[in-house]
């Protein structure tokens, strides 16, 4: 499966423009993003890219830079071996997890050690919301509960939740490339309770949830949060992230009319996880 490089250049540099563009990028496609000196790199399946979507979210876009960008074909391979040598790094989650890959040496000991060959699939536990679910997953009470992680990516965090005590998961994310990705990992880390499933919301049925990690996008979320309301048992929890701390007003406000109640979030550079719970 062969890949497209998107190379983009945003004048004056913004990280919070970045951050936006690849929430947009994401939104039609884009699978992993990597931040350069001039803004960022953006992968996208070949069979997937879309030039003229591509210039639509350009024109679109609200924030005061300016955009401009090349594009390059690369084989899926050596994509993998430039993220491994150059941008995937082990990482130390509240002192107690370490996520790495199988290449990696001298990783710090840690409670929980998670190993990760990412491929293209996002959950390296690097962008803030992954840290950030990670770390609510630390905090949590998860021994004997049945666990849904959606949007799954690599399975980094059904992972660690089942590592936690969590008794029964299921792992769902719409991309074949993180479904394949999130088997793999599984094996791994010899893991052997994690149902995977490929789709959206639309795959979770009737099973109900004591605990909901959903990490993906501000629109998918709100979309998709009355399936994750009726999935999710009473007195269970929701978290989500994949927005900005300015973003919580309006999911909030769909919590609520969904009879969730919020509880508190976590911020890192903007980014958010948001607790919900239902009473």
């Avoid at 993220?83 to 990482?91: A, S």
């Avoid at 509960?145 to 939740?161: N, P, S």
């Amino acid at each position: 499966m062969d890949y497209i490089e998107l190379n983009v250049a945003v004048t004056p540099l913004s990280e919070t423009a970045t951050d936006v563009l690849a929430g947009m990028l994401a939104d039609i496609g884009y699978e992993s993003f990597v931040p350069n000196q001039s803004g960022m790199s953006a992968y996208i399946d070949e069979t997937l890219f879309d030039e003229v979507r591509l210039k639509e979210i350009i024109s679109d876009f609200f924030l005061p830079v300016d955009i401009s960008y090349s594009v390059s074909k690369i084989k899926s391979e050596d994509w993998n071996e430039e993220w491994e040598k150059n941008y995937f790094q082990p990482i130390v989650v509240g002192k107690e997890c370490v996520i790495h890959s199988t290449f990696h040496k001298n990783v710090p000991k840690c409670e929980y050690d998670i190993t990760i060959d990412p491929k293209m699939a996002f959950g390296t536990g690097h962008h803030e919301t992954t840290g950030l679910m990670l770390q609510y997953i630390l905090d949590a009470d998860l021994y004997g509960k049945c666990v849904l992680d959606m949007g799954c990516g690599t399975a980094v965090l059904a992972i660690l939740a089942s590592m936690r005590g969590a008794s029964q998961l299921t792992a769902v994310d719409i991309d074949s490339w993180a479904y394949d990705n999130a088997l793999e990992n599984l094996a791994l880390n010899k893991i052997s309770n994690v149902d995977v499933r490929i789709g959206g919301a639309e795959v979770l049925g009737d099973c109900l949830y004591d605990v909901i990690f959903a990490n993906i996008n501000r629109n998918i979320l709100l979309e998709d949060m009355p399936v994750y309301a009726s999935v999710l048992k009473q007195n269970g929890v929701l978290y989500m992230s994949g927005f900005y701390k300015e973003d919580i007003p309006v999911i909030e406000a769909k919590a609520v009319s969904l009879g969730l109640e919020y509880v508190s979030y976590k911020m890192r550079n903007n980014w958010v996880a948001v607790r919900f719970s239902k009473k």
